[in-house]
């Protein structure tokens, strides 16, 4: 991407303009910042709670309550995707590659890379995986994680054509620097811009700031690692984006701003139940007596440590009060000089109001709510949970379809660079990349079994691999030798004693004598 000397900032782009704010407001709620929520939520949630507190903000507001939620979902998208680690398979002739991978992808954390982007991009839409080299840091290659919100794409025919990478070095709003990384078609173009908060500026030397220091040259070539294509990958959260003709991903928490708002006022609202429903104790003016403390000697009177000199206060210890005239009366006609004042508390109704907007939120962004934790109450079964779980399960395999091909495509660019400028092995091809299967029940697993091998409908081998299907092909083929080998052994219990299998050739039973009988009978 070009860029022109004292232009506007960010690029004047239909999309970025209308996904900026968005970004922002996602942003904050995944954050949890209260600033930033004042600041960007009153953008996507207008009239609510924190557009209210954005316009009295600094008027003496009271105090602000937020409830993570968004964070929540973010990261447990995150887990439904990566908890588990997927497997590379780089062919049974690639020993090398695979070695060198298990050893690449444990130094660089390749899992815990991918979980982090994986929370990014439900929080805020979408990723870019970006490998990169610095021998100056590693002798391997790196993998990092690059926001939506920090990048300007290049799209075409809905495939990433180029792409700016932009870091603000410093926190100046009228003298910003930026560092754009541009990626383009078999090069990396690094510069160094001075300008402010809504202007580029004018070019710099890299040199003029450390982090950039080191990349000073020509531009990169990577025509050698992959030709004319970027080492760059776009992982969308999710698709089609309504709000934009260009395929940025859709963040879990879109649509859903005014409800987090909502769940935000709710919980504040509780809170300050509780704060105003605290117990007091309304005494009248007689029920004060004259006080005085000197030194080190103090007593505590009405909750608060009197001292040094004389005062009036309520003494809390006091077993016995002397009526005095004057004193309010009650409905009897007595006395009545204190009274105490406890306002109720709608716990329920909060809870209610919580617990239904929670689970619609949950909801809506694609997952069921058992999966947080929800509704889980008594013993499940789990043909049960995976029904209730259903939801989620949908969504995990409809992002893990956004993410396999990105995964395996940046894995792919990691060794080409090992191998290109850290002389590793060359890799064959692009993996193969699965999810490991989920564990089911083994009680009903082998209940089904059971049933299915009475109706004489499952094989030995489609048996073990339904009791494991963790195992490859070559352990569940000498897992049924084994098992046809002891049942060719073990004892008939309808013979009393002939083994199973086909019987001696040169023992070959009278055909005119009934199975089980003999010289006993």
Do not use: C
């Not at 300007?152 to 990433?160: A, C, E, M, S, T």
């Not at 893990?400 to 060794?415: C, D, H, I, S, V």
């Not at 009680?443 to 004489?456: G, H, R, S, V, Y």
């Amino acid at each position: 991407m070009l860029i022109a000397e004292g232009s506007a900032w960010p690029p004047p782009q239909n999309y970025y303009d209308t996904m900026r704010y968005r970004w922002e407001s996602w942003s904050a709620w995944w954050s949890g910042d209260l600033h930033r929520l004042r600041t960007t939520a009153p953008h996507t949630a207008p009239g609510g709670y924190w557009a209210r507190h954005a316009a009295k903000h600094g008027k003496g507001e009271t105090r602000q309550m937020h409830m993570p939620l968004a964070a929540d979902i973010a990261r447990t998208s995150a887990e439904l995707i990566f908890g588990d680690s997927p497997r590379l398979d780089w062919g049974d002739d690639a020993t090398a590659v695979t070695d060198a991978w298990e050893t690449l992808a444990d130094d660089i954390g390749w899992t815990n890379t991918l979980l982090e982007g994986a929370e990014t991009a439900a929080a805020l839409g979408g990723v870019y995986l970006h490998p990169l080299w610095d021998k100056n840091l590693s002798d391997r290659p790196i993998l990092t994680m690059v926001r939506d919100d920090d990048a300007i794409p290049v799209f075409r025919f809905g495939r990433l054509a180029a792409v700016t990478f932009v870091t603000v070095l410093n926190d100046d709003p009228h003298n910003t620097l930026r560092w754009l990384e541009h990626h383009e078609p078999g090069q990396i173009r690094h510069e160094l811009w001075l300008g402010s908060a809504a202007n580029v500026g004018r070019a710099v030397p890299l040199t003029d700031h450390p982090v950039t220091a080191g990349l000073a040259g020509e531009p990169i070539n990577t025509k050698a690692i992959r030709g004319n294509e970027l080492l760059v990958d776009y992982v969308p959260n999710d698709l089609p984006q309504p709000l934009v003709h260009t395929p940025h991903g859709r963040s879990d928490l879109q649509g859903l701003e005014t409800d987090l708002d909502a769940l935000d006022e709710v919980w504040d609202s509780w809170i300050r139940d509780i704060r105003l429903g605290k117990g007091r104790i309304l005494a009248s003016a007689e029920m004060l007596e004259p006080v005085s403390t000197t030194g080190s000697v103090a007593r505590q009177f009405f909750g608060k440590l009197v001292g040094g000199g004389r005062e009036k206060a309520f003494d809390l210890d006091a077993e016995a009060f002397t009526p005095l005239p004057g004193m309010p009366m009650d409905d009897a006609g007595k006395p009545a000089p204190i009274t105490v004042a406890q306002f109720a508390l709608r716990v329920q109704e909060h809870a209610d109001t919580a617990n239904e907007l929670v689970d619609n939120i949950v909801s809506r962004a694609g997952y069921a709510p058992q999966t947080f934790g929800r509704h889980v109450e008594g013993q499940l079964s789990g043909t049960a949970m995976s029904r209730r779980e259903r939801r989620s399960n949908s969504t995990q395999g409809r992002k893990r379809q956004y993410w396999k091909p990105g995964a395996r495509r940046a894995a792919e660019t990691l060794m080409l660079v090992n191998a290109h400028i850290f002389s590793g092995p060359m890799p064959t091809g692009r993996p193969a990349l699965e999810w490991p299967v989920d564990q089911a029940d083994p009680k009903e697993m082998a209940e089904t079994i059971n049933l299915l091998a009475q109706a004489e409908a499952i094989s030995t081998e489609i048996k073990v691999k339904m009791a494991h299907p963790e195992w490859e092909q070559k352990d569940v083929d000498e897992e049924v030798k084994r098992i046809k080998a002891e049942k060719a052994t073990a004892p008939d219990p309808l013979t009393g004693g002939e083994p199973f299998g086909p019987p001696d050739p040169g023992q070959q039973p009278d055909p005119q004598q009934p199975p089980g009988s003999g010289e006993q009978q």
